[in-house]
Protein backbone atom coordinates (compact mmCIF):
# COMPACT_ATOMS: atom_id res chain seq x y z
CA UNK A 1 0.00 0.00 0.00
CA UNK A 2 1.25 3.75 -0.70
CA UNK A 3 2.00 6.31 2.20
CA UNK A 4 2.78 9.51 1.46
CA UNK A 5 4.59 11.65 3.94
CA UNK A 6 4.41 15.49 3.64
CA UNK A 7 6.75 17.79 6.01
CA UNK A 8 6.63 21.32 6.14
CA UNK A 9 10.11 23.13 5.97
CA UNK A 10 10.95 26.84 6.65
CA UNK A 11 11.62 28.47 3.05
CA UNK A 12 14.30 30.29 4.39
CA UNK A 13 16.63 28.33 5.99
CA UNK A 14 16.73 25.52 3.59
CA UNK A 15 20.24 24.80 2.84
CA UNK A 16 20.71 22.32 5.52
CA UNK A 17 18.10 20.24 3.45
CA UNK A 18 20.08 19.36 0.39
CA UNK A 19 22.63 16.69 2.65
CA UNK A 20 19.88 15.58 4.73
CA UNK A 21 17.62 15.01 1.49
CA UNK A 22 21.32 13.44 -0.47
CA UNK A 23 21.29 10.93 2.32
CA UNK A 24 17.93 9.73 2.55
CA UNK A 25 18.20 8.85 -1.30
CA UNK A 26 21.68 6.99 -0.69
CA UNK A 27 20.23 5.04 2.07
CA UNK A 28 17.07 4.27 1.01
CA UNK A 29 15.79 0.76 -1.07
CA UNK A 30 14.84 1.90 -4.52
CA UNK A 31 11.94 -0.62 -4.61
CA UNK A 32 10.55 1.40 -1.78
CA UNK A 33 11.31 4.76 -1.93
CA UNK A 34 9.29 5.86 -4.93
CA UNK A 35 8.94 9.63 -5.05
CA UNK A 36 10.91 12.43 -3.46
CA UNK A 37 9.39 15.66 -4.40
CA UNK A 38 9.73 19.29 -2.89
CA UNK A 39 6.90 21.74 -3.72
CA UNK A 40 7.79 25.55 -3.68
CA UNK A 41 5.92 28.41 -3.45
CA UNK A 42 7.42 31.90 -4.60
CA UNK A 43 4.94 33.66 -4.02
CA UNK A 44 6.23 36.85 -2.13
CA UNK A 45 4.13 37.25 1.33
CA UNK A 46 3.76 33.87 1.08
CA UNK A 47 6.95 32.08 0.96
CA UNK A 48 6.43 28.42 1.69
CA UNK A 49 8.02 24.64 1.14
CA UNK A 50 6.84 21.39 1.55
CA UNK A 51 9.18 18.15 1.22
CA UNK A 52 6.70 14.61 -0.39
CA UNK A 53 8.34 11.33 0.52
CA UNK A 54 5.85 8.19 -0.82
CA UNK A 55 6.48 5.16 -0.05
CA UNK A 56 5.61 1.75 -2.19
CA UNK A 57 5.50 -1.51 0.62
CA UNK A 58 8.07 0.27 2.99
CA UNK A 59 9.99 -1.47 5.75
CA UNK A 60 9.43 -0.03 8.99
CA UNK A 61 13.06 1.18 9.18
CA UNK A 62 12.57 3.15 6.05
CA UNK A 63 9.93 5.32 8.18
CA UNK A 64 12.09 5.47 10.96
CA UNK A 65 15.01 6.79 9.04
CA UNK A 66 13.58 9.61 7.29
CA UNK A 67 11.59 10.62 10.53
CA UNK A 68 14.65 10.98 12.18
CA UNK A 69 16.61 12.57 9.15
CA UNK A 70 13.79 14.74 9.24
CA UNK A 71 12.52 15.87 12.44
CA UNK A 72 16.65 16.39 13.18
CA UNK A 73 16.30 18.67 10.48
CA UNK A 74 13.76 20.75 11.94
CA UNK A 75 11.15 19.83 9.51
CA UNK A 76 7.19 19.44 10.69
CA UNK A 77 5.42 16.39 9.91
CA UNK A 78 2.15 17.74 8.53
CA UNK A 79 -0.50 15.03 8.77
CA UNK A 80 -3.16 17.09 8.48
CA UNK A 81 -2.12 17.65 4.45
CA UNK A 82 -2.66 15.05 1.82
CA UNK A 83 -1.09 14.36 -1.34
CA UNK A 84 -4.29 15.62 -3.42
CA UNK A 85 -4.22 18.98 -1.50
CA UNK A 86 -1.01 19.65 -2.64
CA UNK A 87 -1.67 18.60 -6.61
CA UNK A 88 -4.93 20.99 -6.07
CA UNK A 89 -2.91 24.01 -5.22
CA UNK A 90 -0.51 23.62 -7.90
CA UNK A 91 -3.32 23.28 -10.25
CA UNK A 92 -4.25 26.77 -8.59
CA UNK A 93 -0.41 27.89 -9.33
CA UNK A 94 0.71 27.90 -5.64
CA UNK A 95 3.57 25.71 -5.70
CA UNK A 96 5.95 24.43 -8.15
CA UNK A 97 6.85 20.65 -7.82
CA UNK A 98 10.50 19.12 -8.52
CA UNK A 99 11.35 15.77 -8.12
CA UNK A 100 14.71 14.45 -6.77
CA UNK A 101 15.70 11.83 -8.88
CA UNK A 102 19.25 11.11 -6.95
CA UNK A 103 21.75 12.90 -5.06
CA UNK A 104 23.26 14.95 -7.86
CA UNK A 105 19.53 16.25 -8.53
CA UNK A 106 19.42 17.56 -5.03
CA UNK A 107 21.72 20.47 -5.73
CA UNK A 108 20.31 21.32 -9.17
CA UNK A 109 17.07 21.78 -7.71
CA UNK A 110 18.19 23.91 -4.54
CA UNK A 111 20.55 26.32 -7.39
CA UNK A 112 17.57 26.72 -9.36
CA UNK A 113 14.13 26.50 -7.26
CA UNK A 114 13.72 28.97 -5.42
CA UNK A 115 12.86 32.95 -6.35
CA UNK A 116 14.57 34.22 -3.26
CA UNK A 117 17.67 33.95 -0.97
CA UNK A 118 18.37 31.88 2.20
CA UNK A 119 18.29 33.86 4.68
CA UNK A 120 21.69 32.15 5.68
CA UNK A 121 23.12 34.21 2.87
CA UNK A 122 21.77 37.79 2.73
CA UNK A 123 23.01 37.65 6.81
CA UNK A 124 26.68 36.78 5.48
CA UNK A 125 26.36 40.02 3.47
CA UNK A 126 25.13 42.39 6.46
CA UNK A 127 21.93 41.84 5.63
CA UNK A 128 20.05 42.09 9.51
CA UNK A 129 17.02 39.54 9.65
CA UNK A 130 15.94 39.99 13.06
CA UNK A 131 12.82 41.58 13.91
CA UNK A 132 12.58 44.99 15.68
CA UNK A 133 12.14 44.91 19.22
CA UNK A 134 12.10 42.36 22.06
CA UNK A 135 9.73 39.30 21.18
CA UNK A 136 8.84 37.27 23.96
CA UNK A 137 8.12 33.71 22.82
CA UNK A 138 4.89 31.81 23.89
CA UNK A 139 6.42 28.87 25.87
CA UNK A 140 4.58 25.33 25.13
CA UNK A 141 4.34 22.98 27.79
CA UNK A 142 3.67 19.43 27.19
CA UNK A 143 4.32 16.15 27.96
CA UNK A 144 7.34 14.80 25.24
CA UNK A 145 4.66 11.60 24.75
CA UNK A 146 2.34 14.33 23.27
CA UNK A 147 4.72 16.10 21.48
CA UNK A 148 3.47 14.86 18.17
CA UNK A 149 -0.06 16.14 18.87
CA UNK A 150 1.27 19.71 20.15
CA UNK A 151 3.58 20.67 16.72
CA UNK A 152 0.16 20.29 14.52
CA UNK A 153 -0.77 23.83 16.46
CA UNK A 154 2.73 25.60 15.90
CA UNK A 155 2.01 26.94 12.40
CA UNK A 156 -1.23 28.32 13.40
CA UNK A 157 0.87 30.44 16.05
CA UNK A 158 4.09 30.89 14.15
CA UNK A 159 1.42 32.29 10.93
CA UNK A 160 0.12 34.55 12.90
CA UNK A 161 3.32 36.26 13.97
CA UNK A 162 3.80 34.92 17.27
CA UNK A 163 6.86 33.29 17.85
CA UNK A 164 7.17 29.78 19.74
CA UNK A 165 9.34 28.07 22.21
CA UNK A 166 8.84 24.62 21.72
CA UNK A 167 11.87 22.37 22.82
CA UNK A 168 12.08 20.54 20.24
CA UNK A 169 13.18 23.10 17.48
CA UNK A 170 14.16 26.09 20.31
CA UNK A 171 17.22 23.89 22.10
CA UNK A 172 19.80 22.72 19.42
CA UNK A 173 22.12 19.79 19.55
CA UNK A 174 25.02 20.17 22.02
CA UNK A 175 23.02 22.65 24.22
CA UNK A 176 22.25 21.31 27.94
CA UNK A 177 18.04 20.27 28.13
CA UNK A 178 17.95 21.90 32.05
CA UNK A 179 18.93 25.05 31.09
CA UNK A 180 17.72 25.18 27.64
CA UNK A 181 14.45 24.36 29.24
CA UNK A 182 15.17 27.32 32.04
CA UNK A 183 16.01 29.87 29.85
CA UNK A 184 13.02 29.03 27.82
CA UNK A 185 10.42 30.04 31.06
CA UNK A 186 12.26 32.78 31.21
CA UNK A 187 12.15 34.39 28.31
CA UNK A 188 8.55 33.98 27.89
CA UNK A 189 5.99 36.18 28.83
CA UNK A 190 3.28 33.64 28.00
CA UNK A 191 2.32 29.75 28.38
CA UNK A 192 0.12 27.21 26.84
CA UNK A 193 0.18 24.11 29.08
CA UNK A 194 -1.44 20.91 26.80
CA UNK A 195 -2.89 19.11 29.53
CA UNK A 196 -3.36 15.30 29.10
CA UNK A 197 -2.96 12.51 32.14
CA UNK A 198 0.73 12.25 30.31
CA UNK A 199 1.33 15.81 31.00
CA UNK A 200 -0.21 15.35 35.38
CA UNK A 201 2.18 12.70 35.53
CA UNK A 202 5.49 14.09 34.27
CA UNK A 203 7.91 15.93 36.74
CA UNK A 204 8.93 18.28 33.97
CA UNK A 205 5.21 19.62 33.29
CA UNK A 206 4.97 19.97 37.32
CA UNK A 207 8.24 21.87 37.48
CA UNK A 208 7.16 24.08 34.37
CA UNK A 209 3.40 24.70 36.03
CA UNK A 210 5.20 25.57 38.93
CA UNK A 211 7.66 28.27 37.78
CA UNK A 212 4.95 30.06 35.84
CA UNK A 213 2.74 29.84 38.64
CA UNK A 214 5.58 31.66 40.28
CA UNK A 215 6.08 34.34 37.06
CA UNK A 216 2.13 34.83 37.17
CA UNK A 217 2.63 35.97 40.75
CA UNK A 218 5.53 38.10 40.01
CA UNK A 219 4.86 39.42 36.22
CA UNK A 220 1.27 38.72 35.74
CA UNK A 221 1.95 36.41 32.66
CA UNK A 222 -0.40 35.07 30.78
CA UNK A 223 -1.34 31.41 30.96
CA UNK A 224 -3.58 29.23 28.77
CA UNK A 225 -4.55 25.54 29.76
CA UNK A 226 -5.90 23.40 26.64
CA UNK A 227 -7.34 19.96 28.43
CA UNK A 228 -8.17 16.83 26.99
CA UNK A 229 -11.98 15.77 27.29
CA UNK A 230 -10.93 13.47 30.48
CA UNK A 231 -9.34 16.11 32.10
CA UNK A 232 -11.32 18.12 35.31
CA UNK A 233 -10.76 21.09 36.33
CA UNK A 234 -9.91 18.81 40.49
CA UNK A 235 -7.66 17.09 38.48
CA UNK A 236 -5.36 19.90 38.31
CA UNK A 237 -2.97 21.15 41.17
CA UNK A 238 -5.12 23.83 43.22
CA UNK A 239 -3.22 27.00 41.76
CA UNK A 240 -4.11 25.74 38.76
CA UNK A 241 -7.58 25.59 39.30
CA UNK A 242 -8.48 29.25 38.58
CA UNK A 243 -6.61 29.80 35.88
CA UNK A 244 -9.27 29.94 32.48
CA UNK A 245 -9.11 26.31 30.58
CA UNK A 246 -9.89 25.34 26.96
CA UNK A 247 -11.29 22.26 26.16
CA UNK A 248 -9.91 19.98 23.20
CA UNK A 249 -13.25 18.34 22.70
CA UNK A 250 -13.88 17.80 19.06
CA UNK A 251 -12.02 20.94 18.01
CA UNK A 252 -9.52 21.06 15.31
CA UNK A 253 -6.54 22.79 15.14
CA UNK A 254 -7.57 25.18 13.97
CA UNK A 255 -10.22 25.73 15.70
CA UNK A 256 -8.46 26.19 19.10
CA UNK A 257 -6.10 28.68 17.42
CA UNK A 258 -9.26 30.83 16.75
CA UNK A 259 -10.17 30.72 19.96
CA UNK A 260 -6.41 30.97 21.52
CA UNK A 261 -4.86 33.84 18.84
CA UNK A 262 -7.10 36.51 19.85
CA UNK A 263 -6.36 36.70 23.36
CA UNK A 264 -2.36 36.05 23.07
CA UNK A 265 -2.63 38.87 20.72
CA UNK A 266 -4.30 41.47 22.53
CA UNK A 267 -1.98 40.63 25.52
CA UNK A 268 1.38 40.90 23.48
CA UNK A 269 0.05 44.29 22.55
CA UNK A 270 -0.39 45.40 25.76
CA UNK A 271 2.58 44.21 27.27
CA UNK A 272 4.65 45.90 24.08
CA UNK A 273 2.80 49.29 24.85
CA UNK A 274 3.48 48.63 28.27
CA UNK A 275 6.93 48.26 27.80
CA UNK A 276 7.15 51.19 25.90
CA UNK A 277 5.39 53.70 28.11
CA UNK A 278 1.79 53.89 25.90
CA UNK A 279 -0.39 52.97 28.87
Not at 149 to 177: A, Q, R, T
Request: charged content about 30%; some cysteine; proline content about 3%.
Amino acid sequence: MDKDYIWEAEYGRRNHLREILKELVRKQQAEALQMVALCVNNIPYNLELYIVVSYDRPQKEDIEEMQELFEGGGLLYRQDLTMIELLKEMGNRRFDSYTVLDEASVDVIFDGAFAFAEIGDLEKKGYIMKPLGKQSPVFISHSSKDKNEVEKLLPYLNGSGLPVWFDKYSIHIGESIVEGVQNGIESAESVIFWITRNFLLSKWCKYEMRSFVRKLIEDEILIISILDEDIAISDLPLFMQDVKALYRKEKNYEELAKEILPVMKQYVTSRINKREGMV
